[in-house]
């Protein structure tokens, strides 16, 4: 069934590791996008990519970084965790008009 | 740059009524105005969504109007049910070719039994 997958659904990890959120699309879609959310609060966007070895950063500043080598796959990583990272974290991919959002079901982050 | 402002930021209804959520955007060149729902716990999902090329849009009880000359589109939710409970986002296309989706803050809306 195409999807929007994201690993692991909850995380709870100590300040300054290093981690990776995991997100991939079955949908075929080019555009994916990395959205950070407080429960129930606005949507701020991270990062976005157009296509393969395209990635641009959005309208939240944010410390994290992402890589698009795969189509299917834009995993976001943390340096070095702080408790202010501790929110949701939501991919979304887009077809290629960019207007249609499909969002996965998110990881949501503590950092200790 | 665009700009959405979403009111109100709560809205509590009795069961049955009606419900009517207001977003104003400011960039003119705006065309896509889509609506999402995010229930408790889950992902957003697209309800409904209007081009500027159409005044109202219905799909069974939600429905969206649009008024390009005031910049301003809304949510219409009848006979509400107590799965209506949520919280929307609407949003407004901006940029040429590659469009990005300028949200607006999010309405709680609370269905009362």
């Known amino acids: 069934e195409a999807d929007i997958y994201q690993t692991p659904r909850y995380l709870v990890i100590g300040t300054g590791k290093k981690i990776t959120l995991e997100c991939s699309q079955t949908m075929g879609h080019d555009k994916m996008y990395w959205y950070q959310q407080d429960p129930g609060m606005e949507l701020h966007l991270i990062h976005y990519s157009y296509g393969v070895n395209s990635t641009e950063k959005g309208d939240l500043s944010s410390e994290s970084t992402v890589s698009r080598i795969r189509t299917e796959h834009f995993p976001l990583t943390l340096e070095s965790a702080r408790p202010s990272h501790t929110s949701q974290y939501l991919c979304?991919?887009?077809?290629?008009?960019?207007?249609?959002?499909?969002f996965g079901s998110g990881t949501q982050l503590s950092v200790l | 740059g665009e700009n959405v402002e979403q009111h109100p930021s709560t809205l509590s209804v009795q069961e049955g009524d009606s419900a009517v959520i207001k977003c104003t955007y400011s960039d003119s060149a705006s065309n896509y105005f889509p609506w999402y729902k995010q229930e408790l716990g889950k992902r957003p999902q697209l309800i409904i969504d209007i081009r500027s090329n159409v005044g109202e849009k219905k799909d069974q009880r939600i429905a969206v109007t649009l008024n390009k000359t005031a910049k301003h589109f809304s949510l219409h939710i009848t006979e509400t049910q107590p799965e209506d409970s949520a919280v929307y986002f609407c949003a407004a296309t901006t940029g040429w070719g590659n469009y990005q989706l300028i949200w607006g803050a999010g309405t709680k809306l609370i269905i009362k039994p």
């Open positions: 979304a991919s887009s077809d290629q008009g960019g207007e249609k959002l499909f």
